[in-house]
């Protein structure tokens, strides 16, 4: 009689198991932009805290469990996507540009400011300053370029 129960909870298990197996689905994520993989771009099956994020060129690879069937695909500045799978187990998405119409705004130490709004001394640098210089980072390349301002 022992015998026949251990077996018998020995297949139940098995069984569970075996009907709770997730898959493993890759692809690679890409810009419509200039068709350029998305490095860091986030990859999360819906309703769950299960993701990723893509490689330097875009590629990722993420454990789908059984019953999930939608991904969603996201980056800053890109429209997310939400991408059904069914039973495909590579998934490529091309991530379009969103292109929203922000007013200008100036960060102060202490909070956002209309630029309208602000009553003092104001400098702006523009980024084709900085689109050429050969430094390791933006703080650096920020340095010396407004008077009295020390970004640390």
Do not use: C, H, W
Not at 2 to 31: D, E, P, W
């Amino acid at each position: 009689m022992r015998k026949i129960l251990l077996l018998g909870l020995t297949l139940f298990l098995a069984s569970a198991v075996a009907f709770a197996q997730s898959r493993v689905i890759t692809g690679t994520v890409t810009s419509t932009e200039d068709n350029l993989g998305v490095p860091g771009a986030t990859v999360l099956v819906k309703g769950t805290t299960i993701g990723t994020a893509t490689d330097i060129d875009g590629k990722y690879s993420i454990s789908v469990p059984a019953g999930s069937n939608v991904l969603v695909f996201s980056f800053v500045g890109l429209s997310p996507q939400e991408i059904t799978i069914g039973n495909r187990t590579s998934v490529d998405v091309e991530l379009e540009p969103d292109v929203q119409s922000l007013s200008e705004f100036v960060v102060t130490s202490y909070g956002d400011q209309s630029r309208r709004e602000i009553t003092g001394a104001i400098s702006a640098v523009k980024g084709e300053v900085f689109q050429d210089l050969p430094v390791q980072s933006f703080d650096r390349a920020m340095q010396g370029r407004i008077a009295g301002v020390q970004v640390t």
